[in-house]
């Protein structure tokens, strides 16, 4: 790299760091701030703080948060923002570069069935070396234990890898109880257009862990069963339209190139035949950003805006907002705020800086955004309308 270009590079990443310094002071010493957008008024509240880097986020029916921390640990955040002791019972995770203990999510029956779902990278030891890969499992709670404790998806042996990169991974149920979720490339891109291996796609099961009958590839030989769509990256978010009820992710790209995708059943969404962006050492990884057979994005963000947690918003405080959805920036510490008008991108805004990387977001029972800050310390904050 030249003398020059390295220079740039260094002036671009003090402009970052000092821009996200900024916006953490700021979020500190002004959290009452007003900020303006959609035709709202809305304030950022500190809603709990202390957590360990953390990750999903899910209500239980009493008010009460449950919240993931990606080294291992899931813990209720009350009402009033106390943060639990860690739930005993929790899988072991392979805590190692992107893996750890994922997302968390609740049976669309909770009430009767008391059954919530667990996203999280599972540790095994091959050689004396840890491996892991992305598995879900569903357990109850009592108290503060899981019991019941089931497996829904586990991959075979043979897929896990010492690799530490991309494992997804949201859950999503849908109106007639199906669960989706998701399992990045694992750092080996070419298998996410294997329909052999579990990486790289989307997967849909029944609640238990069956395979619908109708999924798109039962019965193909060789292809793993749960597989709904195929060809993703690395998609760390992804929900339903409150209306519609069409499933959408999104997708971290390499340098360039993240992705929000509308996923449907049996579709290859191209990863890495195509893609929008390009390695991290500037060079090419495809002459191709379309080709017959694959799907485009709604939209691609290139550069690259490690484009992570998404929610539409289905509250009553907001209305204007009413089925937008918002995204969250890693890597430039915002929240956006798209308008989706049928499977078209109407158009985008940064809603704001929350001064550190933003995990997650969810609407809460309340009407209120959260959102999931992982830096340290780790912490929830919410929306507010102005006037609350």
Known sequence: MSTHRRHSWVVLLGIFVFGSVIASLLAFFWPDAVYTAGRHSFRVETFATGLDTPWGMAFLPDGRM??????GNLRIVDADGTVSEPIAGVPEV??????????????????????LYLAYSDRKTDGGSAVGFTAVMRARLRGMQLIDQEDIFKAPEAVYSRRDQHYGSRIVFDEAGYLYFTIGDRGQSHQAQRLNVPNGKVHRLHDDGRIPEDNPFVGEPGAVASIWSYGHRNPQGMDRHPETGALWATEHGPRGGDELNHVRKGLNYG???ITYGINYSGSKITDFTKKEGMEQPALHWTPSIAVCGMAFYDGDVFP??????????LKFSEVRRLVIEGTTVASQEVLFKPGGRPRDII?????????AIEDAPGRIVRLVPEDA
């Open 66 to 71: 449950l919240v993931t921390e990606r080294p």
């Open 94 to 115: 392979c805590a190692c570069g992107q893996g750890g203990m994922m997302d968390v999510q609740l049976h669309p029956n909770y009430e009767e069935n008391g059954w």
């Open 271 to 273: 990863w890495p035949v």
């Open 320 to 329: 204007d907002w009413q089925n937008n959805l918002f995204v969250t920036s």
């Open 363 to 371: 609407t809460g029972p309340d009407g209120y955004l959260y959102i």
